[in-house]
Structures are given as structure tokens and as C-alpha cells.
């Protein structure tokens, strides 16, 4: 099957400080991602459509200044999260869209996020 | 894409099959059943999707009802690796559909 990576699995950062998470497809190209974020306990949020080569889209109420994507080749879409708050402690998700295999959504394994 | 409802959990003994229901009575013609499930701190992992007829694959079997109001998961022998939350998605047929998670149903598989 399709494979998708996430770097790092886990960090902890300071508050106040940026952190950068990457999605990666490893054997396949995804012209479209999805980042999603999940809060102990419950589902899956979608935060935005990353696109390559153009802006991303982002659901309502999540703030497009504070998580920064950017999906610069067909196989890396990376989030930042700016100025990150012990609020933004979360697990983020992040799923690619190959279009080889009937357009499916392939997961990656989650990156999570302990601002102190 | 449609609202799904499901049970919020599940419990299944291990080597029995686990039967896991699905509302979706307002999905459209277009409109794919999607299942997916996630383990603890994982990311979620495709199970089987499908439109109109039953479908079945190497994990699981996918029963729709002929209406399309409803469909049941099907793992035929479940195991104690098979405990996860279970999402069943209404996806629309566009080529880079969105997946708009519910609460899912969580299966305890029991020894």
C-alpha cells in the first residue's frame, strides 16, 4: 500500500516557540493533502486542503496566520505552528491523496505536539 | 457529505465475528461509504469503501442496505489487534473528497 510518513512523531516545545511537522509520501505522489488535528478523546478535525504549488484551504475557525502550510512538491506538505500555545498541544494527522490508486486517502502515523 | 451516526461502542469476543452498524439516511447518490479505523495513537488506516453493493476484502465485508440509509462492517473473526475506533464516512465521488470524521464507534474485542 501507499505509505506516509510524519517527522517528527513527537515533540515538546516552549511556549511562544514555532514548530514545523512534515508530511511525506514515500512512494507515491499526492497533489492534495489534509492536515487534521485530534484532541485526547476525540475525532479527527479537519484543518485544511493542501494543494501543491498554491495556497492552502482552510476549515472555518482555524487561523491560516497561526498554522502555516506549505506544499511545495508532490511528495512534502509541511505545518507550522507559530507562536505555539499550550492550547496547540494536540496529535496532528496528516493524510495524502494518491492519485494512482483510485484517489484514496493514505494516513500518516501522527506527529504529537507537547507545548509547555 | 452525509451525517453518519453510530454507536458510540462495541464490545466483540475474540474469534467471533464484530458487527459494526452505520446510519447515513440523508446520503446521496454519489455519496461512497467510507470505513476507516484508528488504533490508539495512531493514524487511521483505510479499511474497505463502497457504494452500492456489498463488498468485501481481506479485512473486512461491507454490507449496504439496498435503500443505501444504513451498512454494517463486517470482521468476520475479530482480534484483540482489531480494538480501535471505527469511522464511517459519507464521502462524495469528487476526486480529492475531504473525510469528515464522526465519533466513530469504539470495538473493545475481549479475550
Known amino acids: 500500500g501507499a505509505v506516509v510518513s510524519q517527522h517528527p512523531s513527537r515533540v515538546i516545545c516552549k511556549s511562544g516557540t514555532s514548530v514545523k511537522i512534515e508530511c511525506r509520501s514515500l512512494?507515491?505522489?499526492?497533489?492534495?493533502m489534509f492536515w487534521y488535528r485530534q484532541f485526547p478523546k476525540q475525532s479527527l478535525m479537519l484543518m485544511a486542503t493542501?494543494?501543491?504549488?498554491?495556497?492552502?484551504?482552510?476549515e472555518q475557525g482555524v487561523e491560516k496566520d497561526k498554522f502555516l502550510i506549505n506544499h511545495a512538491s508532490l511528495t512534502l506538505s509541511t505545518l507550522t505552528v507559530t507562536s505555539a500555545h499550550p492550547e496547540d498541544s494536540s496529535f496532528y494527522i496528516c493524510s495524502a491523496v494518491s492519485g494512482a490508486k483510485g484517489n484514496e486517502q493514505f494516513f500518516g502515523p501522527g506527529t504529537r505536539l507537547t507545548v509547555l | 457529505d452525509a451525517k453518519t451516526t453510530q454507536p458510540p461502542s462495541m464490545d466483540c469476543a475474540e474469534g467471533r465475528a464484530a458487527n459494526l452498524p452505520c446510519n447515513h439516511s440523508t446520503i446521496s447518490g454519489n455519496e461512497y461509504v467510507y470505513w476507516y479505523r484508528q488504533i490508539h495513537s495512531q493514524g487511521p488506516q483505510y479499511i474497505i469503501h463502497g457504494l452500492k453493493n456489498n463488498e468485501t476484502n481481506e479485512m473486512a465485508s461491507l454490507i449496504i442496505t439496498e435503500d443505501r440509509k444504513s451498512s454494517t462492517l463486517i470482521l468476520p473473526h475479530a482480534t484483540l489487534r482489531d480494538t480501535a475506533v471505527y469511522y464511517c464516512i459519507a464521502r462524495g465521488s469528487s476526486n480529492t473528497g475531504k473525510l469528515i470524521f464522526g465519533q466513530g464507534t469504539t470495538l473493545q474485542v475481549k479475550p
Open positions: 512512494d507515491f505522489q499526492a497533489t492534495t
Open positions: 493542501s494543494n501543491e504549488g498554491s495556497k492552502a484551504t482552510y
